[in-house]
């Protein structure tokens, strides 16, 4: 039986002739919109009812496009899926409820049991819990230090299907040696998926360094707006599925560049349910449009930041690329262009407690959210990674102490002063 691709709006190619911004903000009205309207409405409907159930029979097997059950997919949610196929410059994206649900229903889909993954030492705490419980289902997991790229090949084995690492560490900024482990996956001929959350399109574009799946939250970023969970598996078009032995035979009669994405929808989104709801995908595409204005700012505000704050006899250290002291600012500087994403950590110095310097501060919101518009603050050693344990945040190099900041888009001077005071207090 042949089977294709579900939705075709959200699996072909969609070509950036314009900019980011000028993509997103007439992507929507160049796919086709009801009654002239700039944005995708909003399609809450659960079913799609056929005058001829033989294009019913068509949706299901997927010999023309259409939608059968929400579960697998809408209008709304379609749109959004080609919105961030553009900014990733892919051939296709599925979206999730959140990003974990994206990085989760992925790599259940494409491992198996006996399977070995390499991972980076430096994982969000939910992604390495994650991990964890995937290790206790039968694939093995190994944390290497992806900021050399020499640890992952050591760590490399026949039976290794890919290799998962961030495009920044969350929360101490480590920048992985993204483009040499390109290569060494494009030797090895294994699957190389890039989380983008803490870079997001707007600063790098995993595919530039040989990714073949981009994970990103967009609940953070590319929302901006704190009001929307979503996540989103782009397929880059780079990585040879032919090759690839996790694949289902009914999925083999597809071209090969359709076959990983298709089973990601298929097994991962439809028989695990992990769906965005069609309100949440409008939240996103609409706080999409202004990824690389917020984005401009963000980066601005958290440069300006990073250096007040190294400046600052009250703190011991400050972890953000943008800094010539950072382990990895020149890979940074190269990579990413001169920008350095908005996100930074720093340690106090002995005898200042996190919270309550948090609790000083005024316009910075404690929260655990990233990539805001607002700035926010949290100590993460007993938050974010209190579960992990104080043997493991040691080997991540998490102080006991740390504070992550998501810088927002407030004026910067604001942000400067507010620090200042809580130091003062």
């Known amino acids: 039986m042949k089977i294709t691709l579900l939705n075709k709006i959200s699996t072909m190619t969609t070509p950036r002739k314009n900019g980011i911004t000028t993509t997103l903000l007439h992507s929507d009205r160049?796919?086709?919109?009801?009654?002239?309207?700039?944005?995708?409405?909003?399609?809450?409907?659960?079913?799609?009812?056929?005058?001829?159930?033989?294009?019913?029979?068509a949706a299901f097997q997927g010999t023309k496009p259409g939608y059968t059950y929400g579960r697998s997919g809408n209008p709304t949610t379609a749109a959004l899926e080609a919105k961030i196929t553009a900014l990733e410059q892919g051939i296709g994206t599925v979206c999730f409820a959140t990003g974990m649900a994206a990085i989760g229903h992925t790599l259940l889909s494409l491992l198996r049991e006996g399977d070995h993954l390499v991972a980076s030492r430096y994982l969000f705490g939910n992604t390495s819990s994650f991990l964890d419980t995937l290790s206790q289902h039968g694939v093995a997991v190994d944390y290497v230090d992806a900021t050399d790229a020499?640890?992952?090949?050591?760590?490399?084995?026949?039976?290794?299907?890919?290799?998962?690492?961030?495009?920044?560490?969350?929360?101490?900024?480590?920048?992985?040696?993204?483009?040499?482990?390109?290569?060494?996956?494009?030797?090895r001929g294994i699957l190389y998926i890039v989380d983008n959350t803490m870079g997001s399109p707007a600063l790098f574009n995993p595919k530039?360094?040989?990714?073949?799946?981009?994970?990103?939250?967009?609940?953070?970023?590319?929302?901006?707006?704190?009001?929307?969970?979503?996540?989103a598996i782009?397929?880059?078009?780079?990585?040879?599925?032919?090759?690839?032995?996790?694949?289902?035979?009914?999925?083999?009669s597809l071209k090969p560049a359709a076959q990983g994405l298709n089973q990601i929808r298929k097994k991962g989104l439809r028989d695990m349910g992990g769906t965005i709801a069609?309100?949440?995908?409008?939240?996103?595409?609409?706080?999409?449009?202004?990824?690389?204005?917020?984005?401009?700012?963000?980066?601005s505000n958290a440069l300006t930041l990073a250096r007040f704050l190294d400046g600052q006899p009250q703190v011991k250290r400050v972890d953000y690329p943008g800094l010539a002291s950072h382990p990895q600012h020149a890979r940074a500087a190269e990579l990413f262009g001169g920008r350095f994403g908005g996100l930074l950590s720093?340690?106090?110095?002995?005898?200042?407690?996190?919270?309550?310097?948090?609790?000083?501060?005024?316009?910075?919101?404690?929260?655990t959210h990233l990539g805001d518009n607002r700035t926010l603050g949290i100590a993460v050693a007993p938050t974010i990674y209190f579960e992990m344990g104080p043997a493991r945040r040691a080997e991540q190099g998490i102080a006991e102490s740390l504070i992550r900041i998501s810088v927002g888009i407030e004026d910067v001077a604001d942000l400067v002063a507010d620090f200042s005071q809580a130091f003062a207090g």
Not at 154 to 163: C, D, H, M
Not at 208 to 221: E, I
């Open 30 to 57: 160049r796919s086709g919109t009801e009654h002239g309207a700039l944005h995708k409405p909003i399609h809450p409907s659960v079913a799609y009812g056929y005058n001829d159930s033989r294009d019913l029979v």
């Open 150 to 187: 020499a640890q992952v090949e050591a760590a490399l084995k026949p039976e290794t299907r890919a290799v998962f690492l961030e495009t920044i560490a969350n929360p101490r900024t480590q920048v992985a040696d993204l483009a040499g482990i390109g290569t060494l996956c494009a030797q």
């Open 208 to 231: 530039s360094v040989g990714a073949g799946l981009v994970m990103n939250s967009l609940t953070k970023y590319i929302c901006g707006h704190g009001n929307a969970l979503g996540g």
């Open 234 to 252: 782009t397929d880059t078009g780079l990585f040879d599925w032919a090759s690839y032995p996790n694949i289902f035979a009914g999925y083999r």
């Open 278 to 299: 069609p309100e949440a995908a409008h939240h996103i595409a609409v706080g999409s449009e202004t990824l690389a204005l917020r984005m401009d700012r963000i980066w």
């Open 346 to 367: 720093f340690e106090p110095v002995a005898g200042i407690d996190s919270l309550d310097l948090l609790n000083r501060l005024d316009l910075v919101v404690s929260s």
